[in-house]
T-cell receptor
Framework: DAGVIQSPRHEVTEMGQEVTLRCKPI?????LFWYRQTMMRGLELLIY????????DSGMPEDRFSAKMPNASFSTLKIQPSEPRDSAVYFC???????????FGDGTRLSIL | RKEVEQDPGPFNVPEGATVAFNCTYS??????FFWYRQDCRKEPKLLMS???SGNEDGRFTAQLNRASQYISLLIRDSKLSDSATYLC????????????FGRGTSLIVHP
């Protein structure tokens, strides 16, 4: 079975550029999560979708960050404009139901120069 | 008090040792609990769920203590390959079941 698929695996870009991260959840999973991980802050939940609807976006750091889930099989996390402090590993995860564990994608390693 | 707390370690143990980690949580209404393992520069991977009655998977045993609000992970007969960071996850009550991750406990198993 295919797991959570994220793209790109690595992204290096200059500050001020727009960055778009993509995620395909596991088929049949109705919840999707975006996380950011850094050494300083650990794993932070950015936003959580349930049945394609954003439920909690309180972790989105600021207006430069936006996330969409146009259908059950695709989500994007966009940063515009990007800043060096956005450099981190961004993970996408999905799960079937509230009491179930999440399954993570391989992550996108983002470096903003 | 943080929602989910773990001792960051590192726990440095020899092969064959038994090691245990605890994870405390603040929300008494939390409903589901998990342990994940994360290797360096990799994604977190589910190690095991934690059930109220405790559960075992090979060398790994997980337990839940609701009265004291903590979960534990016991690793017996440690292997070099067990070296990793172990993250606990607590899902809160409510329709959303928002998960909260601990910062992780680092384990180093040496020869």
């Amino acid at each position: 079975d295919a797991g959570v698929i994220q793209s790109p695996r690595h992204e290096v870009t200059e500050m001020g550029q727009e960055v778009t991260l993509r995620c395909k959840p596991i088929s049949g999973h109705n919840s999707l999560f975006w996380y950011r991980q850094t050494m300083m802050r650990g794993l932070e939940l950015l936003i959580y979708f349930n049945n394609n609807v954003p439920i909690d976006d309180s972790g989105m750091p600021e207006d430069r960050f936006s996330a969409k889930m146009p259908n059950a099989s695709f989500s994007t996390l966009k940063i515009q404009p990007s800043e060096p402090r956005d450099s981190a590993v961004y993970f996408c995860a999905s799960r079937t139901g509230g009491g179930q564990p999440q399954h993570f994608g391989d992550g996108t390693r983002l470096s903003i120069l | 008090r943080k929602e989910v707390e773990q001792d960051p370690g590192p726990f440095n143990v020899p092969e064959g040792a038994t090691v245990a980690f605890n994870c405390t949580y603040s929300n008494s209404a939390s409903q589901s609990f998990f342990w994940y393992r994360q290797d360096c520069r990799k994604e977190p991977k589910l190690l095991m769920s934690v059930y109220s009655s405790g559960n075992e998977d090979g060398r790994f045993t997980a337990q839940l203590n609701r009265a004291s609000q903590y979960i534990s992970l016991l690793i017996r007969d440690s292997k070099l390959s067990d070296s990793a960071t172990y993250l606990c996850v607590v899902n809160g009550k409510g329709g959303s079941y928002i998960p909260t991750f601990g910062r992780g406990t680092s384990l180093i198993v040496h020869p």
